[in-house]
């Protein structure tokens, strides 16, 4: 199946600072992909849509100054933590969907720990 | 009401026992369902897939869809102790570049 990646796969920062996260999809292209946030024991909560090569879509309550995306390619999106704050530690997920499959694939999550 | 309702157990069986995990949904308009399984600090990863009402089986995994209940179930046959995750329920109302909606996901321990 197709593989999708993240990285990096774990970071720690200081608070005040920004981190940058991305998310590649290995053997296929990407004109969307889904950014995911999940706190410890609960589900996944879709933070943003997205899309290359226009603005991302973001959820209800999500800040997009705070998340900003960058979809500079078909296989490549960015996710920038700014001004990171210890509420921000979370794990974070992307996932996209592959062309011509109804399915979308994950990658495996980065675990972001702001002190 | 949440658009998708899982159960989050937790919940424990011994190895060999038949697991059952059930997601209701309010919206009619999903016609893709989808089980994912989630190791602890991992991405999930998807398990099943299904279009639409109807029955799917891949080993020991069946997943059931009933539209008009909407009313999903997973089953996982003679069950081990490296099928211990959480599994979430998703499900989408177009294929590939919707949006998923999420159940909470059950924590399942199958104790050897």
């Known amino acids: 199946g197709a593989v999708v990646s993240q990285h990096p796969s774990r970071v720690i920062c200081k608070s005040g600072t920004s981190v940058k996260i991305e998310c590649r999809s290995l053997?296929?292209?990407?004109?969307?992909m889904f950014w995911y946030r999940q706190f410890p024991k609960q589900s996944l909560m879709l933070m943003a849509t997205?899309?290359?090569?226009?603005?991302?879509?973001?959820e209800q309550g999500v800040e997009k100054d705070k998340f900003l995306i960058n979809h500079a390619s078909l296989t490549l999106s960015t996710l920038t933590v700014t001004s990171a704050h210890p509420e921000d530690s979370s794990f974070y997920i992307c996932?996209?969907?592959?062309?011509?499959?109804?399915?979308?694939?994950f990658g495996p999550g980065t675990r972001l720990l702001v002190l | 009401q949440k658009e998708v309702e899982q159960d989050p157990g937790p919940l424990s069986v011994p190895e060999g026992a038949i697991v059952s995990l059930n997601c209701t949904y309010s919206?009619?308009?999903?016609?893709?369902f989808m089980w994912y399984r989630q190791y602890s600090r991992k991405g999930p990863e998807l398990l099943m897939y299904?279009?639409?009402?109807g029955n799917k089986e891949d080993g020991r995994f069946t997943a059931q869809v009933d539209k008009s209940s909407k009313y999903i179930s997973l089953f996982i046959r003679d069950s081990q102790p490296s099928d211990s995750a959480t599994y979430l329920c998703?499900?989408?109302?177009?294929?590939?570049?919707?949006?998923?909606?999420f159940g909470k996901g059950m924590k399942l321990t199958v104790n050897p």
């Open positions: 996932s996209a969907p592959a062309a011509g499959s109804e399915t979308q694939y």
């Open positions: 053997d296929f292209q990407a004109t969307t």
């Open positions: 997205s899309n290359e090569g226009s603005k991302a879509t973001y």
């Open positions: 919206n009619s308009a999903f016609q893709y």
């Open positions: 299904t279009y639409s009402s």
């Open positions: 998703a499900m989408e109302s177009q294929g590939g570049s919707e949006k998923l909606v």
